[in-house]
């Protein structure tokens, strides 16, 4: 049974940074994706960054290039999104997501998912 976990999240003032991490198990990482969505209140849930598990290409929204970072340790097992320059625009909960074959920004694409955590940032 697959599962992630993310952890990380909370509250920073507009400029500061985090990183979130999100711990998965039962989770094969050869020629797979995975990725980081958020969706705030009202909104459409949305892609931020991706990576290619067996190449470690990676893939990242307009709005988030040049501020966020998404990587991997696979020893771990664990995937991470570091971001900085927040804005009050990035406060919303971000997901882990994980799905077999090539990356696609389609939440609809992706079979598992965590928890979730939340990031608000503050102006």
């Known amino acids: 049974q697959v599962q992630l976990v993310e952890s990380g999240g909370g509250s920073v003032q507009a400029g500061g940074s985090l990183r979130l991490s999100c711990a998965a198990s039962?989770?094969?990482?050869?020629?797979?994706?995975m990725g980081w969505f958020r969706q705030a209140p009202g909104k459409e849930r949305e892609g931020v960054a991706f990576?290619?598990?067996?190449?470690?290409?990676?893939y990242y929204a307009d709005s988030v290039k040049g501020r966020f970072a998404i990587s991997r340790d696979s020893a771990k097992n664990t995937l991470y999104l570091q971001m900085g320059s927040l804005k009050p625009e990035d406060t919303a909960m971000y997901y882990c997501?994980?799905?077999?074959?090539?990356?696609?920004?389609?939440?609809?694409?992706?079979?598992?998912w965590g928890q979730g955590t939340q990031v608000t940032v503050s102006s």
């Open positions: 039962g989770y094969t990482y050869s020629h797979n994706c």
């Open positions: 997501a994980a799905r077999v074959g090539g990356c696609s920004r389609d939440p609809s694409a992706y079979a598992y």
């Open positions: 990576i290619r598990t067996g190449g470690n290409s990676t």
